[in-house]
Nanobody
Framework: QEQLVESGGGLVRPGGSLRLSCAAS????????IAWYRQTPGKQRELIAK???????TYVDAVKGRFTISRDNGKKTVSLEMSSLQPEDSAVYYC?????????????WGQGTQVTVSS
């Protein structure tokens, strides 16, 4: 059973940077599409970036140019580099993995990590 573990959240001042990591455990990691979501109280979880097994990445407009998603298949980790952070980026950030086989799709969530942008 895959387990995703996020780390790197914390408190940062506006304009600052933070790096989140998502660590997986299974050997199939290189085939995963990994996505980062974020959620604030009372709102739906929002997809902000994802990267597939071919290293293709996509971003929502709100983070494009400020956030960078990358993966290290050898370490089974995906990182989210966040810069020029603003208070509206404050949220719980979740890592999500999708793994598709011929007959089934597996999905996994991490436990989330809090990011707070405040002066």
């Amino acid at each position: 059973q895959e387990q995703l573990v996020e780390s790197g959240g914390g408190l940062v001042r506006p304009g600052g940077s933070l790096r989140l990591s998502c660590a997986a455990s299974e050997d199939a990691f290189s085939y995963y599409t990994i996505a980062w979501y974020r959620q604030t109280p009372g709102k739906q979880r929002e997809l902000i970036a994802k990267i597939n097994g071919f290293w293709q990445s996509t971003y929502v407009d709100a983070v494009k140019g400020r956030f960078t998603i990358s993966r290290d298949n050898g370490k089974k980790t995906v990182s989210l580099e966040m810069s020029s952070l603003q208070p509206e980026d404050s949220a719980v950030y979740y890592c999500h993995a999708t793994y598709e086989t011929l007959d089934r799709t597996y999905t996994y969530w991490g436990q989330g990590t809090q990011v707070t942008v405040s002066s």
